[in-house]
């Protein structure tokens, strides 16, 4: 029996990587979300009708942006990889830029848990560019 350190590495499908950096970021949107729940205010302004997604339109605008994660998680594994690479470093790109902005504006004692999964969701939306960008061509 050896005692070897090394173990096996697999070369993973760079569209199995996009689509598990989308499954993860879709899940730090959702665990913001629901972790905004928590702030002071913001029962009260679901109950009221006074909070940011006020009204159909606004609601319906911000499905489909946040549809547009989930979605890519299978659309990383089906797409062909000319369609599917623009858009991981379209949508890559726009997701970072939107969670730089929330991250900055949203710094305050009760969202720091906010700016935290901001940074998380930069660092996982810039990976999702960095390896649709570095895609191999063969």
Do not use: H
């Not at 569209?15 to 598990?20: P, Q, S």
């Not at 979605?71 to 858009?87: E, P, Q």
């Amino acid at each position: 029996m050896s005692n070897s350190t090394k173990f096996e590495d697999v070369q993973i499908n760079v569209k199995i990587i996009l689509a598990g950096l989308w499954a993860s970021v879709t899940l730090c949107y959702l665990y913001g979300d629901y972790f905004e729940l928590y702030t002071p205010g913001k029962a009260r302004g679901l109950v009221e009708g006074t909070n940011l997604l006020d009204s159909p339109p606004k609601l319906l605008l911000a499905s489909a942006v946040l549809a547009i994660p989930a979605v890519m998680v299978f659309l990383s594994l089906i797409l062909k990889s000319a369609v599917n690479r623009i858009l991981n470093i379209i949508f890559g790109t726009f997701f970072t830029l939107i969670m730089v902005f929330i991250g900055i504006t949203s710094f305050s004692d009760w969202y720091l848990f906010y700016v935290f999964l901001a940074i998380v969701e930069c660092i996982i939306t810039m990976l999702i560019v960095k390896y649709a960008w570095c895609w191999k061509k063969v």
